[in-house]
């Protein structure tokens, strides 16, 4: 593919009305054949398999026609404003020339949906978008050691202008994709897509650091007869070149937001394939109810479902008299997963019934109230011990009954 300017794209990507109104009418078009098909589920209880598949299908032609609407208010703006680019370009001497730019492009929520294994490459990584404008490519893979003047481009600039957008890009897909999770947890997550290690893999899986200009520290043997880069400075650096990649690749040309947001939604899928895997199954599977019981006293009715196992745990063995606590089991260490983030671990303990500081289960998360939660849960799946808990309530809670019986008739005879 040929490469062009961002005034190559901006002649050739003019908006006018028709074309506006012509995308409006797909958008239309694709919307209204998705709620003729949800109409036939409408006394459906609850989401299910079938209605998913539906929407999974007609996201495929609504998604293109919102993201070509999206484009026609990009291209309106500049056409009405044609002073006000979104990238600076370098001149023939290294310096850079036209206007600074005013804004940068937002994605909208039809680019940040979330992930399915659909994603997820059957092989290998997807293939890597170009960048379609030259100078941003130039500036992308050049080192700031291999510049002779301050005002120079390198790829710093758009590092920083890249990290933004990994950022938000990797913080929406988390956030669309797994409801349930903590945020803690979303913060490891995230983590692990933006981290250095994982971003200088990137680079050098695609081959982009061999296209890179870096100073000679950073070759395999070091500088000749002087410095070599150390193995985190390298790592640190390739990362932040695949950064810099991404925000050239984003702000090159017309479409590069759409390119770069589709093939980084792909490529992190292999990062996190499992975890996406897990919670779509997860999604289809039916929440167990710990605390479903055969006895039909109003103290004993099951709890919701959509309690959480702190709750369930107080509602199948709490009673008067009954004290559960949740206490801090040894101190926060660092997960091991992110390398950087506090894990606690949190256990759970009964008091009453003739128990005393009985410990039901232990749990750990990045957050103590999630390490809490966890601990109640590992309790409820002890079945033995809820069992026997279980149990001892509801003598306690007869033993009261008799006792309360024997003083009304003790009343009633005096």
Known sequence: MSKRSYTDFASKDATSVSQIL???????????????????FRDVPEVNDQIISVLQRHNKKILPSAQSLTQDETNAINQHEPGSHKIQKLDGDGGTSGNAPTALIIPPPVLLTRWTPDDIPSSGLPPLPPILDPALEQAALTHSGMTTRPTDMSYERLEWIGDAYLYLMSTSFIYQTFPNLSPGRCSQLRERLIKNGTLSNYTVQYGINKRTRFPAEFDLHGRIGGSQASHNAKKKVLGDVFESYVAAAILGDSEGLSRVSLWIKSLWSTTIAQEIREECRGQSRPTHDYSKTENN???????????????????IIGAKGVKISYNDVGGPKMDKASGKLPWYTVGVF???????????????????????????????????????????????LQAAKSAESTQQEYDNWS
């Not at 006293?297 to 509602?315: E, I, Y």
């Open 350 to 396: 009964f008091d009453g019934f003739g128990e005393k500081n009985l410990q039901l289960g232990i749990g750990g998360a990045l957050s103590k109230k999630e390490a809490g939660a966890n601990a109640a849960l590992a309790a409820l799946e002890n079945k033995s011990l809820i069992k026997r808990l279980r149990k001892k309530k509801e003598e306690s």
């Open 297 to 315: 006293d109003d103290s004993q009715k099951p709890a919701k479902r959509d309690l959480n196992p702190k709750v369930q745990l107080s509602q």
């Open 22 to 40: 012509e995308h409006a009418e797909d958008l239309l078009r694709a919307a209204k054949a998705l709620k003729k098909e949800l109409d036939t």
